[in-house]
């Protein structure tokens, strides 16, 4: 659980989070019962007015997520699931989503992100390949040259015998 308090006095809160602007503290909960993961959101108002106002914030950001996406039926499984209610200066903001659905979405979320992952790290290689040049040789046998440009001298093979100290 987390909680804050004055976090909307001078900060550099977006235009877009009138919601928490408003607000004068926050609480945030989340765990899991009875098979389902939750999300509790309290948020304190000024006075149960503005409490009003933000509890009909919330209900019309759940009614335009719904009907602009009326065909992802998961997504409406979720906003159906929020429930959203006051008690004096607070707002309660509560959403429940069956456990096992959760990590579904999750895999599926994972997957996708790393086929496109993937799909980046294949486009940065074969953009590694066009800078090198497709048609240069590969390195020439033999050993690597040493910082001098000298190459780097052999290791003794295992089938010759070791010199004695001093006699090289």
Known sequence: MGAAEGFNLGANLPPQAKLL??????????GENANEVFLSLALRGKTPDVVAQMQQVVQGLIAVGSLSQPQDK???RLLRSIKV???GNVLNVRVGYPVDQAIEQLTQA???LLAHHGDLAG???ENKSKARGRDQNPAPEGNPPQADGKETPKPESDSEPAAPAGTK
């Open 21 to 30: 602007q408003v607000a004068e503290a926050a609480r945030v909960a989340l």
């Open 74 to 76: 998961d997504l409406g």
């Open 85 to 87: 209610s006051s008690a």
């Open 110 to 112: 994972r997957e996708k």
């Open 123 to 125: 486009r940065h290689g």
